[in-house]
């Protein structure tokens, strides 16, 4: 479970950051007129104060990401200790990281921007003008690659799921359904914005047409290549654990570990494909002869992009290669962000909620005297009658059977809160691993299985609830 979790953990770290790097290390570069998102005349590129800010910028992102992926690798190996101190510790991370990399990222792009306006380095032929090319406008939604694929690899999910669906074990059902929705969503969000790619992909870059042709076309292949091979990838994971989960009739951790593995590489396959779209488009833009360049940065001026006379609420992110931003001139950009806030927070707090009671987990045994048994641990409770105890039985190891964890925690140290057996259905565990005797309850309704790493307290507890 540990080494598990570690590798899960550490290469999603590993990929997160190299993400950002991918996605930021462009705009350290004078490319396209700019360094750091921010327009700056060809004849004043090498000035000493716009070098030595983008110097300083690049080394503290280099010194800010080497720190992050040492920090995220220690955090990674407290999985082996505690599972629930880990989540708080890595939520904690996570929201550092992304906070203060886009806070450095605005910092020195306001920096170099106020150096821009207190040296007048403004060309006015180039200051908020549009420019539209007929040819690529002609070209907007049509594509090398068909976004329609994305629809016939949904109906495969679809089709996939049918035969668990009507045949399949029901001691699976929680692990078959989260699966199936994972991989319908994934699939179901990479469709529209195919769409989008092949509309948005517009922008003229050159006095020559054939050339902003050819760069649209160019970014559209990419893109599209990177999100249906992430999309098959996503589908081949899903279709191999539904399949092999109904043919064998059990799902093992083998099938969990490949289909993580195949998972892992439709990221990595998402992502080389955009890294060679950036690069392929670097190198047509260095061949340019004509150039065009638009000095909107008055709308880049916060750190974020806001213009009023934009109809557009997905932009181009121009600090982040690859990405897009939103036009927080625009209604729907504060609901979108809200939305997705208010999501974000939610699943902390409740990530938070189900965590807490896990860390430094204590068991309560406590018998009332009118006959109520209640045990609970880690935010799980059970109660029961003793009068309605039907059976009572103390065992050296829980029962040979496949306990599947409905709701609950389940780690190298303990399985606590609500599984279901293969054979003896729904129960309840509060099962220390390494102690013994575990103590079986079972009434008309309920099963549960407690040890305690109390010595006695689970033989003084069946003595008084057989008499």
């Not at 494909?273 to 880049?300: C, G, N, Q, T």
């Amino acid at each position: 479970m540990g080494i598990m979790m570690f590798t899960i953990f550490f290469v999603t770290d590993l990929f997160l950051i190299l993400i950002f790097q991918f996605a930021l290390s462009p705009a350290y570069r004078y490319a396209n007129g700019m360094y750091l998102g921010v327009h700056i005349p060809t004849e004043h590129k090498n000035n000493s104060d716009v070098t030595d800010l983008v110097a300083s910028a690049k080394k503290t992102l280099k010194h800010f990401q080497i720190i992050n992926a040492l920090l995220c690798t220690a955090i990674a190996f407290i999985t082996f200790a505690n599972l629930g101190i880990f989540t708080i510790l890595y939520m904690a991370w996570l929201f550092e990281y992304c906070v203060l990399i886009g806070f450095l990222q605005n910092k020195y792009h306001k920096k170099l921007y106020a150096l821009k306006m207190q040296n007048g380095w403004l060309i006015e032929s180039q200051r908020q003008k549009v420019y539209i090319d007929t040819r690529v406008s002609a070209d907007a939604g049509s594509s090398p690659l068909s976004f329609k694929w994305h629809v016939v690899l949904l109906i495969v999910d679809i089709a996939a799921f049918i035969p668990y669906l009507v045949n399949g074990d029901p001691h699976y059902k929680i692990f078959m359904y989260t699966f199936f929705i994972c991989s319908l969503s994934i699939n179901a969000v990479a469709l529209p914005f195919h769409i989008f790619v092949n509309h948005s992909e517009r922008k003229v870059y050159s006095e020559d047409s054939k050339l902003n042709q050819i760069i649209s076309t160019t970014m559209k292949k990419y893109k599209g290549t990177a999100l249906l091979l992430m999309s098959f990838l996503n589908s081949i994971a899903w279709i191999f654990a539904a399949l092999s989960t109904y043919i064998s009739g059990t799902f093992s951790n083998t099938y969990f570990y490949v289909y993580i593995s195949i998972q892992l590489i439709s990221v990595f396959c998402l992502i080389v494909p955009l890294f060679m779209a950036e690069a392929r488009k670097k190198e047509l833009l260095d061949s340019d002869l004509h150039p065009i360049y638009v000095d909107d940065d008055e709308y880049w001026k916060s750190g974020y992009y806001y213009n009023p006379n934009d109809t557009h609420l997905f932009v181009d992110n121009r600090m982040q290669s690859g990405n897009y931003s939103l036009n927080f001139a625009k209604k729907g950009a504060w609901i979108f962000s809200g939305v997705t806030a208010a999501v974000i927070i939610g699943c902390i707090i409740f990530a938070l909620c189900a965590i807490l009671p896990l860390i430094n987990l204590k068991e309560e045994i406590t018998l009332t005297d009118n006959g109520i048994l209640t045990i609970s641990a880690g935010g799980y409770t059970s109660e029961i009658d003793v009068n309605d105890i039907t059976e009572l039985k103390l065992l050296g190891e829980l029962p040979d059977d496949s306990f599947l964890r409905t709701n609950g925690a389940s780690t190298d140290s303990y399985d606590i809160g609500r599984y279901e057996g293969r054979t003896l259905g729904k129960c309840s565990l509060y099962v220390f691993d390494g102690y013994s005797p575990i103590l079986m309850i079972k009434s008309d309704d309920t099963l549960v299985f407690v040890n305690s790493k109390e010595d006695g307290e689970i033989e003084r507890l069946y003595v008084e609830l057989s008499q």
